[in-house]
């Protein structure tokens, strides 16, 4: 099975309290909310101040190629709450990077490192990725946990030039190979 297959099959699946699925256009108003705060991407890009530009935005990053992104939605409301997804997937490796954000009012609950979990457990046994990389901000120290909780380690640290605002940043890139995955417990059955 090609990995654009495994993909597919697993657009949408469930957690305990969340539903991962692809994003639909109803999502824009939610994803405008979180977006337009700087407080939810203060790593990601500057706030976008009218909803025109975040509809550009949400259309060519989430909804043009939806395989490999998912909406996190709570399942009691199916409010949007934030996303993952692979930011580069390098086939010939079988090497993925996880970029997320998720609205501030979710932060330090536990849900993204649950979200990152699942989707390690997915990436080595459904999708044979042999390696995922999470990038952060240095100072994202939130991002950091969540990539370490998900037993991810720390790789290397480097300087590089922001996409959005192309100033240089501090990095620090993790990574969890899948040879050094042990899994405790079944997390997607």
Do not use: C
């Amino acid at each position: 099975m090609s990995l654009l297959t495994a993909l597919a099959r697993f657009s949408n699946f469930e957690l305990e309290n969340l539903l991962l699925r692809p994003f639909s256009y109803e999502d824009l108003d939610s994803f405008y909310h979180m977006v337009s705060s700087e407080e939810n991407i203060p790593f990601l890009f500057p706030p976008l101040s009218t909803k025109t530009e975040a509809e550009e935005l949400f259309v060519a990053s989430f909804l043009r190629e939806p395989l490999g992104t998912w909406a996190i939605v709570q399942k009691v409301n199916h409010e949007l709450i934030g996303a993952i997804r692979f930011e580069k997937i390098v086939e010939g490796k079988m090497q993925a990077e996880l970029g997320y954000f998720l609205n501030k009012n979710y932060w330090g609950q536990g849900i993204m490192t649950q979200v990152v979990q699942n989707l390690v457990y997915l990436s080595f046994y459904h999708l044979e990725l042999q390696e995922l990389v999470i990038v952060t901000h240095l100072e994202n120290k939130a991002s950091q946990r969540v990539a370490q909780k998900a037993g991810f380690r720390r790789f290397r640290q480097y300087k590089g030039s922001d996409r959005y605002t192309h100033q240089v940043r501090d990095y620090l890139s993790f990574r969890l190979a899948r040879k050094e995955y042990h899994l405790e417990e079944d997390l997607l059955e």
